[in-house]
């Protein structure tokens, strides 16, 4: 059995300050994990992912994660944020091989001038 | 250029009118699956697919039917559509190294 937490359902910042979106999974295997971004009326696309090797991974748009087996965690940071950056963010598990995906709730992320 | 579609896009029907959503991907891939997103709830699996006419149901099946004749489709057949399935549909096809695909999504309404 696998499960998500993202704390927080909104989090917001001003341009230029830290993003940091949080994520605790659960999973009975090792787990791949992954972040989506969701703009507004459009599809998810992938953040980035960590499967194995390096754990701390980095993705598009200057995010990227830490997977922390030690705390269950796979937190999303950005040094500085951008208006551009605002959108509805989802953790992600995957574990064993049935390739499923177990998603968290979101965190919808706004960015204040 | 790797591509999932998704059709159609946007659909209101009726309850109790008998409606399908196609998936289709160019990639060969063999394992599919459709998610239902709601607000506040994310995305939730309600079937999936490891090959040719091997199906299962994900976290949400009830209501759903789908079926995988040939690789590349992975239809979702809605039987007999309630309000309650009102929601926003992704499929997604992964490779074997955790290559991810997710279409653009089908808007659907039941009033």
């Known amino acids: 059995a696998q499960s998500v937490t993202q704390l927080g359902s909104h989090v917001s910042v001003s341009e230029g300050a830290l993003v940091l979106l949080r994520c605790n999974y659960s999973?009975?295997?090792?787990?791949?994990l992954f972040w989506y971004v969701q703009y507004p009326n459009q599809g998810l696309q992938l953040l980035l992912k960590?499967?194995?090797?390096?754990?701390l991974v980095k993705g598009i748009n200057g995010f990227e994660a830490e997977f922390k087996k030690s705390e269950t965690s796979f937190h999303l940071t950005k040094p500085s944020a951008h208006m551009s950056d605002a959108a509805e963010y989802f953790c992600?598990?995957?574990?064993?091989?049935?390739?499923?995906?177990?998603f968290g709730k979101g965190t919808l992320l706004t960015v204040n001038p | 250029e790797a591509q999932v579609t998704q059709n159609p896009r946007y659909l209101i029907t009726v309850t109790g009118k008998k409606l399908t959503v196609t998936c289709s991907q160019n990639?060969?891939?063999?394992?599919m699956s459709w998610y239902r997103q709601d607000p506040g709830l994310g995305l939730r699996q309600i079937y999936y697919?490891?090959?040719?006419?091997?199906?299962d149901k994900g976290d949400v099946p009830e209501g759903y039917k789908v079926s995988r004749k040939e690789k590349r489709n992975f239809p979702l057949i809605l039987e007999s559509p309630s309000p309650n399935q009102t929601s926003l549909y992704f499929c997604?096809?992964?490779?074997?190294?955790?290559?991810?695909?997710f279409g653009p999504g089908t808007r659907l309404t039941v009033t």
């Open positions: 997604a096809t992964f490779g074997r190294a955790y290559e991810q695909y």
């Open positions: 999973s009975s295997v090792p787990p791949y």
């Open positions: 990639m060969n891939h063999e394992y």
């Open positions: 697919s490891m090959n040719v006419e091997v199906t």
């Open positions: 960590y499967t194995t090797g390096a754990t």
């Open positions: 992600a598990v995957s574990g064993g091989s049935n390739y499923k995906l177990t």
